[in-house]
Each structure stands twice: as structure tokens, then as C-alpha cells.
T-cell receptor, first 114, second 112 residues
Framework: KAGVTQTPRYLIKTRGQQVTLSCSPISGHRSVSWYQQTPGQGLQFLFEYFSETQRNKGNFPGRFSGRQFSNSRSEMNVSTLELGDSALYLC?????????????FGEGSWLTVV | GENVEQHPSTLSVQEGDSAVIKCTYSDSASNYFPWYKQELGKRPQLIIDIRSNVGEKKDQRIAVTLNKTAKHFSLHITETQPEDSAVYFCAASVTNAGKSTFGDGTTLTVKP
């Protein structure tokens, strides 16, 4: 079974631009969550989607948004990029929403803002 | 919301020694506690997890203990090997809330 797939793996953007990252969950998984990881930092929760609805949201500004499609694939968008947005963005999927569902991470998308 | 604190932030041990990483959580409703290992440049991967109806779980050289009363859980790695060197994250999730709250991670270095 294929794992969580994220595209693109690496990208460089200029301050003020916007970026869209894509995530394909494990087949059959309906919950997708996004995390930001910066060097030396932990995993900061961005948001979680289930059945095309945002179910949870972390403490990030409105420049960060996301969506989920009917096939459970998800995208996240960051508008008006800032230097501090440079990070590894990890997508994770789980079978269902709710405690006790193991989450599986993708390899991540490395975003560099210059 | 849930808050997870993880200690220590860095841990260096000699090969063959044991390593212990501790996490505390704030929400007594949390009932699922996974541990993830992230090797340099790779994705976090689940290594062991424990649910609140269990006090201890073991898988070969790794074990996790949970103290619900004190709201803390720990990862124990015995007979450490250089390949155990990685960043370890603990997490806690609240019943039906979905999202997992992660600790800040522990960088474990095992010296040969």
C-alpha cells in the first residue's frame, strides 16, 4: 500500500508570493492533518480535515489555509509568504478522526522563502 | 487545549546504556499516546503507542509507561545502539478531538 505522498518535495519562493502544497493520503484514510516543522522546533499543528471539512485548526494566521477533496486528497495554501514560513510542511493521514487513530506522515515539503 | 511537555530536549548516552524520555500532558481526557522517531531528513514514524487503559507496553528494546494519575508517560530504550540516534516526539490526543498535540522533541545521540 502506498504511503502518504506529498508534492512538491522542495520549493523556493520569494517573499510575498503564495504557495500550494499537495498531499495524497494512504488509500482508505479519510483524515488528513498538516504540521509545520522548523529547525529545532517541534511539530506545530496547522489543521485537520475529515470528509472535506476542517475539523481542527492550530494557532496560525489566516494566511495559512487548506482544503480536502472528495477523494481525501488535501492541499494547503500559504499566501503572502514571509521569511519565517520557511519550514518543512508535513502531511499526515489516518484512517478516521478521533483519538487512537495512528497517523502516518508523508516525507514532507521543504519550503524555503527568500 | 492540550499541552504536552517533553524532557529532556537533548540526551546523549553511551552505546548499550538505557535512555528515558518523559512527557507530561495537561488534558485528563487524553487517552492515546504515541511516540514517533524522526531520523535526520526523514519523516516521523510511529515506534510505539499506548492507550489509557494500559499502564505499560513493550516492544523488544523499547517500552512506554503511562501514569494517568500524574498525567505523564515515558519512553524507555534499553541497550541503545547508534541507529537509535534520532529525534523522538511524544504526542497526546483527546477523545474524538482528532488532532494530536506533540511535544517539542528529544534529540537522542548514542555514542559508539
Amino acid at each position: 500500500k502506498a504511503g502518504v505522498t506529498q508534492t512538491p518535495r522542495y520549493l523556493i519562493k520569494t517573499r510575498g508570493q503564495q504557495v500550494t502544497l499537495s498531499c495524497s493520503p494512504i488509500s482508505g484514510h479519510r483524515s488528513v492533518s498538516w504540521y509545520q516543522q522548523t529547525p529545532g522546533q517541534g511539530l506545530q499543528f496547522l489543521f485537520e480535515y475529515f470528509s472535506e471539512t476542517q475539523r481542527n485548526k492550530g494557532n496560525f494566521p489566516g494566511r495559512f489555509s487548506g482544503r480536502q477533496f472528495s477523494n481525501s486528497r488535501s492541499e494547503m495554501n500559504v499566501s503572502t509568504l514571509e521569511l519565517g514560513d520557511s519550514a518543512l510542511y508535513l502531511c499526515a493521514s489516518s484512517l478516521d478522526i478521533g483519538s487512537g487513530n495512528t497517523i502516518y506522515f508523508g516525507e514532507g515539503s521543504w519550503l524555503t522563502v527568500v | 487545549g492540550e499541552n504536552v511537555e517533553q524532557h529532556p530536549s537533548t540526551l546523549s548516552v553511551q552505546e548499550g546504556d538505557s535512555a528515558v524520555i518523559k512527557c507530561t500532558y495537561s488534558d485528563s481526557a487524553s487517552n492515546y499516546f504515541p511516540w514517533y522517531k524522526q531520523e535526520l531528513g526523514k519523516r516521523p514514524q510511529l515506534i510505539i503507542d499506548i492507550r489509557s487503559n494500559v499502564g505499560e507496553k513493550k516492544d523488544q528494546r523499547i517500552a512506554v509507561t503511562l501514569n494517568k494519575t500524574a498525567k505523564h508517560f515515558s519512553l524507555h530504550i534499553t541497550e541503545t545502539q547508534p541507529e537509535d540516534s534520532a529525534v523522538y516526539f511524544c504526542a497526546a490526543s483527546v477523545t474524538n478531538a482528532g488532532k494530536s498535540t506533540f511535544g517539542d522533541g528529544t534529540t537522542l545521540t548514542v555514542k559508539p
